[in-house]
Nanobody
Framework: VQLVESGGGLVQPGGSLSLSCAAS????????MSWYRQTPGKERELVATVSSVGSSTSYADSVKGRFTISRDNAKNTVYLQMNSLKSGDTAVYYC?????????WGQGTQVTVSS
């Protein structure tokens, strides 16, 4: 099983960034997919979730209206489009696959919002 995040980097406040998470080794379309983020000394925070077939999404209040989660089950990939980025969005971003039988984590990608 692998979840490989990409797309992180340094961006100025107000800018945009798009993260991707490529999955392999399990039946991607059977799993809900989420993005989490974590900063040093804090617990991992749920950012957004998309259902297994992509029909429903949910977001943390802190990112509503700015971030969009989506998935392409044909490509076994989940995305996070991040717009109007703020310094408070700086964190390591992780993707997670979840089913009733458990879940998997990616290794994370750093997003830094700074001028």
């Amino acid at each position: 099983v692998q979840l490989v995040e990409s797309g992180g980097g340094l961006v100025q406040p107000g800018g945009s960034l798009s993260l991707s998470c490529a999955a392999s080794g399990f039946t991607f379309s059977s799993y809900a997919m989420s993005w989490y983020r974590q900063t040093p000394g804090k617990e991992r925070e749920l950012v957004a979730t998309v259902s297994s077939v992509g029909s429903s999404t949910s977001y943390a209040d802190s990112v509503k209206g700015r971030f969009t989660i989506s998935r392409d089950n044909a490509k076994n990939t989940v995305y996070l489009q991040m717009n109007s980025l703020k310094s408070g969005d700086t964190a390591v971003y992780y993707c997670r696959a979840t089913s009733r039988r458990g879940g998997y984590w990616g290794q994370g990608t750093q997003v830094t919002v700074s001028s």
